[in-house]
T-cell receptor
Framework: NAGVTQTPKFQVLKTGQSMTLQCAQD?????MYWYRQDPGMGLRLIYY???????DKGEVPNGYNVSRLNKREFSLRLESAAPSQTSVYFC??????????FGPGTRLTVT | KNEVEQSPQNLTAQEGEFITINCSYS?????LHWLQQHPGGGIVSLFM???GKKKHGRLIATINIQEKHSSLHITASHPRDSAVYIC?????????????FGKGTKLSVKP
């Protein structure tokens, strides 16, 4: 029972490159979230998915796209990375009305 | 606008001391969460509460809905309690249980 997993753990990109961050959960939760965490700021919601097949924008969606492939997987794509997207990215899941469970995070640097 | 404010930002304590971290919020909420972020970066949920008080081991969380304020207390603090403690609220009527996060309180407990 792995909980929430994220890949990769670390990534360095050059400006303009693209990549996909993967998140998977085995908790059978409906809701999944992508956050970014920057120094001196609270976690900020990028996108969320209330259920399989639905996605919605959060507070800071610009420059990102998401796919809720199935109930287990929720991926975050950077089409053309920018230095402003250097951050730590967390995926989280939640059963309605319950706690959020976080993945271990992906540390992304864009040079 | 900062809808969730935590104080203090940083806190240093001696082992054994009683710790209090405060959280104030400006919106109507359906629930308030306390989370812990370990020095290695992992985030775990500690409490979710909408009224009164909850206790788990040496941790106690309280909330006063009328005053829009919550506190997290740690009794008999220990160096392993050193972490960032994050307050987050679910806005009443908000989208899909999304959370609004404070910036965190960094706690360091010295032996």
């Amino acid at each position: 029972n792995a909980g929430v997993t994220q890949t990769p753990k670390f990534q360095v990109l050059k400006t303009g490159q693209s990549m996909t961050l993967q998140c998977a959960q085995d908790m059978n939760h409906n809701s999944m979230y992508w956050y970014r965490q920057d120094p001196g700021m609270g976690l900020r919601l990028i996108y969320y998915s209330a259920s399989e097949g639905t996605t919605d924008k959060g507070e800071v969606p610009n420059g990102y796209n998401v796919s809720r492939l199935n109930k287990r997987e929720f991926s975050l794509r950077l089409e053309s990375a920018a230095p402003s997207q250097t951050s730590v990215y967390f995926c989280a899941t939640r059963l309605t009305g319950g706690w959020q469970y976080f993945g271990p995070g992906t540390r992304l640097t864009v040079t | 606008k900062n809808e969730v404010e935590q104080s203090p930002q940083n806190l240093t304590a001696q082992e054994g001391e009683f710790i209090t971290i405060n959280c104030s919020y400006s919106v109507g909420i359906s629930a308030l969460h306390w989370l812990q972020q370990h020095p290695g970066g992992g985030i775990v949920s500690l409490f979710m509460l909408s009224s009164g008080k909850k206790k788990h081991g040496r941790l106690i969380a309280t909330i006063n809905i009328q005053e829009k304020h919550s506190s997290l207390h740690i009794t008999a603090s220990h160096p392993r309690d050193s972490a960032v403690y994050i307050c987050a609220v679910e806005e009443d009527g908000g989208s899909q249980g999304n959370l609004i996060f404070g910036k965190g309180t960094k706690l360091s407990v010295k032996p």
